[in-house]
C-alpha cells in the first residue's frame, strides 16, 4: 500500500523534479503578484469545484486503503482531505460576487479571508498529525470509528465556518475592501508557517514511503500557493491571485492521482491473481465436473499410444470393469481379452476403419465384468495425426450401455407381447402420432375392413368411412387433436363384404409428465350384436306394453257385462238375503278388478310416453280431499282410524287434478288394504321451501329395508303383502312414481322394517307466481229428473248388449239393440233413436263406417255419437273424434256417468245421440 511500500529512486526523483518545477514557476511569479488582472468571480467556483472533487476523491480513496491497512494514521489524513474539501465549498459559497454580491452566506467582506486562513492552515495541521501517528501501532479503524472522525470533521468545519460569518465582527479585520491590510500581516503568514512546519515534520520522519514523499511535494505546492495569494499579492484579482488557485489545485491533484495510480496497479494484480487463481479452481472444478460426469454416465476415459502400442484408462472405466484401481495391464492385449470372442473382430475392423478413413471410431460390444457377467459397452474414438499425415494416438471414451440394452430387450419384448396381444383381441386396434397420423393397425382391422397397411396409412381409414358420417368423425377427432382429450363415438365402418356396421369407437391420449400427447391408441368395437338386442329389446318391450293394452281392452270386454248385471241386480227390490249378499261380493270384486285392469293400462301408457297431462292451477288440499273422500268406504270397512293434517294456507300447484288425486288413491287404498284392522292411517302435507310436501303414513305391515329401494318397480311385490293376500298386481306403485315425475315431483319410501308401518312422501313443485283463488268443485251431474229416451245399442258382444239393455229399460228408457255394424245402421233408421250404444270392431261393418252410415241418414246428422270401448288411450280417443264421434267413454262403463250423459242428451225430437259401443282401434274383427 502507499502509505507502507517505500518511495525507490526513480519516484524521488519524480517528486524532486515537481518540487523544482514548482520553485521555478513560483520564482518567476513572486515579482508579478501583485500586477492587477481583470475580475474573474466565476474562476473561483470552476478552480475550487475541481479542488473540492479532487479532495472528496482523495478521501474516499484513502477511506479505502484502511480496510487493508487499518492505520489511524491514514483516518487523520483522511479527515484533513475531508476538512479541506469542506472548507473549499463554504469558502466559494462566502466568495462576494461569485453568486450573489456579498456572496451566498451574506457575511463581512472578511468573512472569505479568514475561510481561506482557517483552511490554509487547518489542513497542514492534518498532515503534521499524520506524520505523528503513522510510527504508532496500527488499529483496527472499524466503520464507527471512521463515522465518528468525519463527524467531528464536519463539526469543526461548521464551528470555523460560524466564527467567520456570524462572528466575523469578532474578528479583527484583515481585509481593505478587496486588499490585504497591512495590519494582517501576522495573520496571513501563521498558515505560511504551518504549511512549512508540515513539510519538516513530513520530511524528518524517516523511512519515506511513497505517500509520504508526495505529501511532501503537496506541502511545498500550499507552500507557494499561500506565498503567491496571501504574502506576495496585494489582495484579490492579482497574479498572485490566480496563480496561488492553481498551486491550490496542483496540491490537491498530486496525491490523488498517486493514489489512483496505485489503486489502478493494485486492482489489475488483484485482477490478474483473481483470474489465475479462477483459472485453476475452474481446472479443478472441471476435472471433478468430468469426473462425475463420466461415474453418472456409467463413461470412463480411455487413449491408446499406437507408437508404443500401449493403453491407459481412467479411474472411471476401471470402475465400469469392476477392476481395482491400477489393475488393468496397460496394453490392447489385456484389453482385447475382456471383450466378447465374438466381437473382438467388430471391435478391431472398427478401429482399422478409423484410422484408415480418418474419421470416428464407434463400436458397440460386450466385455466381461470382474464378476464374470457379460454386459454391454458403447466405444467411441479419434485418431490424432502427425504433420505428415501418420496416426500417433487414439483418444476415446467407453460407455456402459448394459442398462439400455437390457431396457431395449424389455421393450421389444413388451412390444412382441402387446402386438400378439392387439392381433388377438375382438377390437379393431391401432395407434397414431399426437398429429392423428396413424402409423399401425392390429391385424384384426385388415381382417375386417380387407385393406393394407400401404392402403391406409396416415389418413387412408377415411375409405372405410361412411361418407355421410365422415365429416361429423373428422370435426370431433380434430376436436380431440387440439385439446388432448378423450375421443368416443359411434359410427359405422365398411367391411370387407361391403356391409357397414356400427362401432363404439374410444381413443385415449397418451400423455408425458407436461401433460403433451406422444401417441393416440384407439379401439373400434363392433356393437351390431348390442345393436340388434337392444332392438329386440325395444321391440319386446313396445310388444309387452302392447300386450298390456290389449290385455286390459279384453279383460275389460267380459267387465262390462258383469259390472251392467251387477248394476241391474242392485236395482232389483226383495232380493234374498244370501244372493244381496252375493250381489255385494260381485260388485266389490268387480269393482276391484276394474281397477286393476286399469292401473295396468295406465302404467302402460306411462312407459309408452303417451299419457297427456292436463295441468291448471289445483289446491293441493282438494286432491287429498278427493282421494279420502274415495277411500273413506274402505277405510269404515277395515275400521281404521283416520288423521288428516291440512295446513291453512294454499297449497296450490301445476297439476291434472285427476292424475294427482290418483297418485294419492292409489297410496291411501295401499294404506288400508297392508294395516291391519282397527289401524291407523294419516294424511297430511306441508309447504317446505318451493316444494308442496305431502305423506300418507300407516301402521301397517311395514317395508323390509331390502325391499324399500325397490318397491316402486313394476309388478313389485313384499313378501310380506302376499303373505296376506291383499297383494294386487304389483304396479300401483310404479304407477305413483310415473305420474309423480310427470308432474317434476318425486316420491320416497320410508319405514322402519317389517311390522313398524310405512310412510311415503311425495315432494311436488310449487309455482313460482302467486297463488291464485282455488276453482269451485263441480259437482257430477246427476240424471235425476230428465225425461225417458229412445236408446239404440249396437254391439256384437250379446252379453253386453243384453245386460245394459236391461240396466237403461230398468231406469226408464226405451231401448232397441242390433249385434253387427249393418243391422245398427238398419235399427237406426227404423227406430229413430234419442241415444245408440254402437260398438266399433263388430263384423259385416266396424263402428266407423256404421257411424258414417247413420251421420248420411236424414235424422243421423245431429246425433251425438259416443264410443264405448276398452280401449282408452289418447289415442284412441283422438280416433274416435277424427271420425266423427262426440263421446268417448271405456269399458266397463260408469253407469253413474252414463246416466249424466244421458241426462244432458237433447228430449225426444230435439237430438238423438249415438253411443257407440267401441271394442278395438283397429275398428274390425269381434269382441
Same mark, same amino acid.
Given at each position: ?6 518511495? !525507490? ?5 519524480? $517528486? #524532486?523534479?515537481? +518540487?523544482? /518545477?514548482?520553485? =521555478?514557476?513560483?520564482? %518567476? ?121 468525519? !463527524? ?5 468545519? $461548521? #464551528?470555523?465556518? +460560524?466564527? /467567520?460569518?456570524? =462572528?466575523?465582527?469578532? %474578528? ?128 470412463? $476415459? ?626
Amino acid at each position: 500500500m502507499l502509505s507502507s511500500l517505500q518511495a !525507490g529512486t526513480r519516484a524521488r526523483k519524480l $517528486a #524532486l523534479a515537481v +518540487v523544482f /518545477a514548482s520553485i =521555478g514557476a513560483f520564482g %518567476l511569479l513572486a515579482p508579478y503578484a501583485t500586477v492587477p488582472l481583470v475580475q474573474l468571480p466565476m474562476f473561483i467556483p470552476i478552480i475550487q469545484t475541481a479542488m473540492i472533487a479532487n479532495d472528496i476523491m482523495t478521501a474516499t480513496l484513502l477511506i479505502g486503503q484502511l480496510r487493508v491497512t487499518n492505520s489511524r494514521a491514514l483516518l487523520v489524513l483522511a479527515c484533513g482531505y475531508a476538512f479541506s474539501a469542506l472548507m473549499a465549498l463554504v469558502h466559494m459559497l462566502s466568495f462576494p460576487g461569485v453568486f450573489a454580491p456579498d456572496g451566498l452566506l451574506h457575511a463581512g467582506p472578511q468573512t472569505t479571508a479568514y475561510l481561506f486562513l482557517f483552511w490554509h492552515g487547518g489542513f497542514p495541521v492534518s498532515l503534521i498529525a499524520y506524520a505523528l501517528l503513522k510510527e504508532r501501532p496500527c488499529a483496527a479503524a472499524a466503520p464507527r470509528h471512521v463515522l465518528r472522525a468525519m !463527524g467531528l470533521t464536519f463539526v469543526v468545519v $461548521a #464551528l470555523l465556518a +460560524v466564527l /467567520a460569518t456570524a =462572528g466575523s465582527n469578532l %474578528l479583527p479585520p484583515i481585509m481593505d475592501g478587496n486588499r490585504f491590510s497591512s495590519a494582517s500581516a501576522v495573520m496571513r503568514f501563521l498558515p505560511w508557517l504551518v504549511v512549512a512546519a508540515a513539510a519538516a515534520v513530513l520530511w524528518r520522519r524517516k523511512p519515506h514511503s511513497i505517500l509520504d514523499l508526495w505529501l511532501v511535494v503537496v506541502t511545498a505546492a500550499l507552500f507557494f500557493e499561500i506565498g503567491l495569494a496571501a504574502i506576495f499579492n496585494a489582495g484579490r484579482y492579482d497574479i498572485g491571485f490566480y496563480a496561488g488557485r492553481v498551486y491550490a489545485l496542483l496540491a490537491s491533484t498530486f496525491v490523488l492521482i498517486v493514489l489512483l495510480t496505485e489503486q489502478a496497479k493494485l486492482y489489475a494484480g488483484l485482477i490478474t491473481a483473481q483470474e489465475t487463481a479462477r483459472s485453476e479452481s475452474a481446472l479443478r472444478e472441471n476435472q471433478e465436473v468430468l469426473s462425475l460426469a463420466m461415474q453418472a454416465g456409467r463413461m470412463g $476415459a480411455w487413449s491408446r499410444d499406437l507408437v508404443n502400442d500401449t493403453v491407459w484408462w481412467s479411474r472411471e472405466l476401471e470402475e465400469i470393469f469392476g477392476l481395482p484401481a491400477t489393475a488393468f495391464a496397460g496394453n490392447r492385449q489385456a484389453y482385447l481379452e475382456l471383450v466378447h470372442p465374438d466381437d473382438r473382430a467388430a471391435v478391431s475392423d472398427g478401429v482399422a476403419q478409423a484410422l484408415a478413413q480418418h474419421q470416428d471410431y464407434a463400436v458397440e460390444f460386450r466385455f466381461r465384468h470382474a464378476c464374470g457377467e457379460w454386459r454391454w459397452m458403447d466405444g467411441r474414438g479419434r485418431p490424432v495425426y502427425d504433420d505428415e499425415g501418420r496416426a500417433r494416438m487414439l483418444f476415446g471414451i467407453g460407455i456402459d450401455i448394459t442398462a439400455r440394452k437390457r431396457g431395449e430387450e424389455a421393450a421389444r419384448d413388451i412390444e412382441t407381447r402387446f402386438r400378439v396381444m392387439a392381433d388377438g383381441m375382438p377390437q379393431l386396434a391401432w395407434m397414431a402420432r399426437p398429429d392423428g397420423w396413424i402409423h399401425w393397425y392390429n391385424n384384426r382391422w385388415y381382417e375386417y375392413t380387407g385393406t393394407t397397411p400401404q392402403d391406409m396409412e396416415g389418413w387412408g381409414w377415411q375409405s372405410v368411412h361412411d361418407p355421410q358420417v365422415l365429416p361429423a368423425v373428422m370435426a370431433q377427432w380434430q376436436a380431440a387433436i387440439s385439446t388432448g382429450e378423450q375421443f368416443e363415438m359411434v359410427f359405422p365402418l365398411r367391411g370387407a363384404d361391403g356391409l357397414f356396421r356400427p362401432f363404439l369407437t374410444r381413443i385415449s391420449p397418451l400423455k408425458d409428465a407436461d401433460g403433451a400427447v406422444i401417441h393416440w391408441f384407439g379401439t373400434n368395437t363392433d356393437i351390431t350384436v348390442q345393436r340388434q338386442a337392444e332392438e329386440a329389446l325395444r321391440i319386446a318391450d313396445r310388444r309387452k306394453d302392447e300386450f298390456l293394452a290389449t290385455l286390459a281392452h279384453e279383460l275389460r270386454n267380459p267387465l262390462a257385462p258383469i259390472r251392467t248385471a251387477v248394476a241391474v241386480m242392485s236395482r232389483a227390490s226383495g232380493l234374498p238375503e244370501r244372493a244381496a249378499w252375493a250381489l255385494q261380493i260381485m260388485d266389490r270384486q268387480s269393482r276391484h278388478l276394474t281397477r286393476l285392469v286399469d292401473d295396468l293400462l295406465e302404467v302402460s301408457r306411462i312407459t309408452q310416453g303417451k299419457v297427456q297431462l292436463r295441468r291448471e292451477r289445483v289446491s293441493l288440499q282438494q286432491a287429498l280431499r278427493d282421494a279420502i273422500d274415495a277411500v273413506n268406504p274402505a277405510l269404515e270397512a277395515a275400521g281404521h282410524a283416520l288423521i288428516v293434517a291440512l295446513p291453512g294456507e294454499p297449497l296450490e300447484v301445476d297439476a291434472d287434478l285427476t292424475r294427482i288425486t290418483q297418485v294419492f288413491l292409489n297410496l291411501l287404498n295401499n294404506a288400508v288394504k297392508f294395516t291391519p284392522r282397527g289401524g291407523t292411517v294419516s294424511v297430511g302435507a306441508v309447504r317446505e321451501g318451493d316444494t308442496a310436501k305431502a305423506w300418507v303414513r300407516d301402521n301397517g305391515i311395514g317395508i323390509a329395508p331390502q325391499h324399500v329401494d325397490g318397491i316402486f318397480g313394476m309388478f313389485s311385490q313384499v313378501e310380506a303383502a302376499i303373505e296376506r293376500t291383499q297383494g294386487g298386481l304389483g304396479i300401483g306403485l310404479a304407477l305413483v312414481r310415473g305420474l309423480v315425475e310427470l308432474h317434476g315431483g318425486t316420491v320416497q319410501a320410508r319405514s322402519f322394517g317389517v311390522g313398524k308401518g310405512s310412510e311415503f312422501i311425495v315432494w311436488l313443485p310449487l309455482p313460482q307466481d302467486a297463488p291464485s283463488a282455488a276453482p269451485p268443485n263441480s259437482p257430477m251431474p246427476t240424471a235425476n229428473g230428465f225425461a225417458p229416451r229412445r236408446v239404440l245399442i249396437v254391439d256384437d258382444n250379446v252379453d253386453a248388449a243384453a245386460s245394459l239393455r236391461a240396466l237403461l229399460e230398468m231406469a226408464g228408457h226405451e231401448v232397441r239393440e242390433a249385434h253387427d255394424g249393418v243391422a245398427g245402421v238398419h235399427a237406426a233408421s227404423d227406430f229413430s233413436p234419442d241415444l245408440v250404444l254402437l260398438d266399433i270392431g263388430m263384423p259385416r261393418m266396424n263402428g266407423y263406417e256404421a257411424a258414417c252410415a247413420i251421420r248420411k241418414q236424414p235424422h243421423g246428422h245431429p246425433v251425438c255419437i259416443v264410443a264405448l270401448t276398452g280401449w282408452g288411450q289418447d289415442s284412441d280417443k283422438a280416433l274416435s273424434r277424427g271420425a266423427g264421434f262426440d263421446h268417448h267413454l271405456t269399458k266397463p262403463v260408469d253407469f253413474q256417468a252414463l246416466e249424466a250423459l244421458l241426462a244432458g242428451t237433447p228430449a225426444p225430437g230435439n237430438r238423438p245421440t249415438i253411443l257407440i259401443h267401441a271394442s278395438s282401434p283397429e275398428a274390425n274383427g269381434t269382441n
